[in-house]
Every structure is written in structure tokens, then in C-alpha cells.
């Protein structure tokens, strides 16, 4: 059979087209391979249905801001609260993680079936495993199911998204990224952040609102150096250098080092000498830099 369109990836970008061409009438094949995983290194391969927005982006990120925005706005004013007579009770704003990340992970679970069960309602014939190119108009499926298919489109649209890239540093595999971030059994008491993105921006900004202490290392003098209004950005400058995460400027990643006691020291060259600096302890279990996300190119992302 022909297909008018076969859709690589269900994330927003693979979903929304799927539905809308569906709608319209068009024969509509979505492939999506579903959340999977690099066992021997921990790290996720895939997102799900819904793509990175749903499981490992937007929307999980938009419930961690919320959590920390609720306990700011209880322990961060709080001294400002008591002046003016508001008993704050001890232990506000204390974060049970571990309920968080289970109500989190529901929420997401109820999305990928809500996503799922939108594409098939549209008329979309959805297909679970890994899609590749065979030729201009044929895509080869690789079912999760272990079974193989062979797809003819008229159209072909690829909507595989990227991963997070990561810094070629030694030690860089004791670190996370921000889909690791999602993967936190436990808030971490102490966080190296490493980017000037938004996505480190934010997740820096969350955890440290959280009560983790949380140091932000960027290469430049500002984050948010491409493409943000810079008005915005030094006003969201001059909102951290008040209020938090401790900024580490001009600072380019050097190395990560695990102690026997399996603390990690972030080491960065920094400031116009490029003095080596290094910081310790990163406590808990896993540290963390993070890294936006950049698009691959799409060869890349089909061999993967
Ligand atoms: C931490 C974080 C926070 C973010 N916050 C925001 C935000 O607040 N607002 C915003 O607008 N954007 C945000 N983004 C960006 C947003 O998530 C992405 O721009 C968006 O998800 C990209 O959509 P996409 O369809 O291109 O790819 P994706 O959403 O990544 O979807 C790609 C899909 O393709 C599947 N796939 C990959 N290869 C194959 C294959 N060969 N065969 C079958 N399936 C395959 C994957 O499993 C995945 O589901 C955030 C991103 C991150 C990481």
C-alpha cells in the first residue's frame, strides 16, 4: 500500500503534522519508536510518544518550575513574611522528591496514552519501532514488537528531534544531562549546571529555587547569548547575580573527577587568565551538567 505521508518520530513536531494531514484525509503512517534506553551507560536513546516536549522537555520541566516556584514563594520570602507577622513554620518548603517525580512520571504516562490514543482517533495508522531510510519514497520499520516492516510513502517526513550534546571532557560520563535530570531519584544537595542556554538556565533557576545549592558555569559573560532579547537577558543577568544560582563566568569545562568517595569535582578554566578552578564535592549521587539540546543533522539521526 501507498502511503500519502509516513511520519518518523511522534514528537510535536511528527504528531502535529500526523494529525492535521490525517484530518484532511491523507493515508498517514506514524512511526515512533518509543522511550528506550542505552542500558550500559544509563542514558535514555528515545523519548516516547510525544516526544522530548512530553517526556523529558516542556512539560515534566513545567511541573519541577511549578514545585520550586510553591516553595519559594514559601521559603524564600519567608524572612520578609515573618516581619510582617506571617508565622512561617519550620520545615516549609521541604521537597518530597520522591513523590514528586512519582506524581511527575504519572502525569507524562497518562500524556503518552492520551498521545497515542489522539493519532489512532485521527485515523492515523500508528506503528511502534525504529524507522530508516531504504530509498526516496521507502522506509524499513524495525517493529519493538521484533517484527519487520517495509513502508511506501509519497511523502516522507522526518521529525526524529535531537539529543543533548555533551562536552568532550575527561570524566564527562559521570555526569548527567537534562533527560538524566528527569531520572533524579533524589534532589541533589549540591549541583554543577554547564551551559548558557535556556534549558541550563531554567533547570539551574529550578533547582536552585529547590534549595539545592546550584553553580551555573558559562562561557561567556552572559547566558542566553543567541537568538534572547538583550534587554531580557540582563535583566534575568542582574535577577541571578541577586538572587541565585552563583554564576561562574568566562568558564569553559575542563574535567570531572569522581572521589573515592564518590564525590565529584568539576574543574573549569576561568576569567581572562584562564586560571584552572576547581570545585569539589558535588554530593549525592549523581552530578549533573547539562547542556542544551542541539539538533543533528538528519543522517545522524537516522543511523542512530
Ligand atoms: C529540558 C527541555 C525543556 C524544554 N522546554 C521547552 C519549552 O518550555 N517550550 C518549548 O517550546 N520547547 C521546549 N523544549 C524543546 C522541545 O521539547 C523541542 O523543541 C520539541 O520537542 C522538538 O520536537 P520534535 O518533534 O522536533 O522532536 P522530539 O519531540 O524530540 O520528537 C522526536 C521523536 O522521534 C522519535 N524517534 C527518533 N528517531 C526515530 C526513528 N528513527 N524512528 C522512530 N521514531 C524515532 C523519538 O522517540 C521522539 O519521540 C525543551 C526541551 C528540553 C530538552
Not at 520545615?91 to 518530597?96: E, K, L, N
Not at 562561557?219 to 534572547?228: A, K, P, Q
Not at 564535592?281 to 549525592?284: L, N
Given at each position: 500500500m501507498m502511503y500519502d505521508a509516513i511520519v518518523i518520530g511522534g514528537g510535536s513536531g511528527g504528531s502535529a503534522f500526523s494529525k492535521r494531514a490525517a484530518g484532511y484525509g491523507a493515508k498517514v503512517a506514524l512511526i515512533e519508536r518509543g522511550a528506550q534506553w542505552d542500558t550500559a551507560k544509563g542514558k535514555r536513546l528515545s523519548a516516547g510518544p510525544g516526544g522530548t516536549c512530553v517526556n523529558v522537555g516542556c512539560v515534566p520541566k513545567k511541573l519541577m518550575f511549578m514545585a520550586a516556584a510553591h516553595r519559594e514563594m514559601m521559603v524564600g520570602p519567608a524572612a520578609t513574611a515573618q516581619g510582617y507577622g506571617v508565622n512561617v513554620p519550620t520545615?516549609?518548603?521541604?521537597?518530597?522528591w520522591k513523590a514528586l517525580k512519582e506524581r511527575r512520571d504519572k502525569y507524562v504516562a497518562k500524556l503518552n496514552t492520551g498521545y497515542t490514543a489522539g493519532w489512532k482517533k485521527e485515523g492515523v495508522e500508528v506503528i511502534e519501532g525504529i524507522g530508516t531510510f531504504v530509498d526516496s519514497e521507502t522506509v524499513a520499520v524495525q517493529c519493538n514488537d521484533g517484527s519487520s516492516r517495509t513502508l511506501k510513502g509519497k511523502h516522507i517526513l522526518i521529525a526524529c528531534g535531537g539529543l543533548p550534546s555533551e562536552p568532550d571532557i575527561p570524566g564527562v560520563e559521570h555526569a548527567i544531562n537534562s533527560d538524566g535530570f528527569f531520572e533524579l531519584e533524589e534532589q541533589p544537595k549540591k549541583v554543577a549546571v554547564v551551559g548558557a542556554g535556556y534549558i541550563a538556565v531554567e533547570m539551574a533557576g529550578i533547582l536552585h529555587a529547590m534549595g539545592s545549592e546550584t553553580h551555573l558555569f558559562f562561557?561567556?559573560?552572559?547566558?542566553?547569548?543567541?537568538?534572547?532579547d538583550p534587554f531580557l537577558v540582563e535583566t534575568l543577568m542582574e535577577a541571578m547575580e541577586h538572587h541565585g544560582p552563583i554564576l561562574h563566568r568566562n568558564s569553559t569545562p575542563a574535567s570531572i573527577t569522581k572521589q573515592e568517595n564518590k564525590l565529584l569535582t568539576y574543574t573549569a578554566t576561568e576569567g581572562p587568565m584562564g586560571e584552572q578552578k576547581a570545585i569539589s564535592?558535588?554530593?549525592?549521587r549523581p552530578p549533573m551538567a547539562m547542556r542544551a539540546k542541539i539538533s543533528q543533522s538528519w543522517a545522524a539521526i537516522l543511523e542512530r
Open positions: 520545615g516549609a518548603g521541604s521537597i518530597d562561557r561567556g559573560d552572559t547566558v542566553l547569548r543567541r537568538g534572547f564535592d558535588f554530593v549525592t
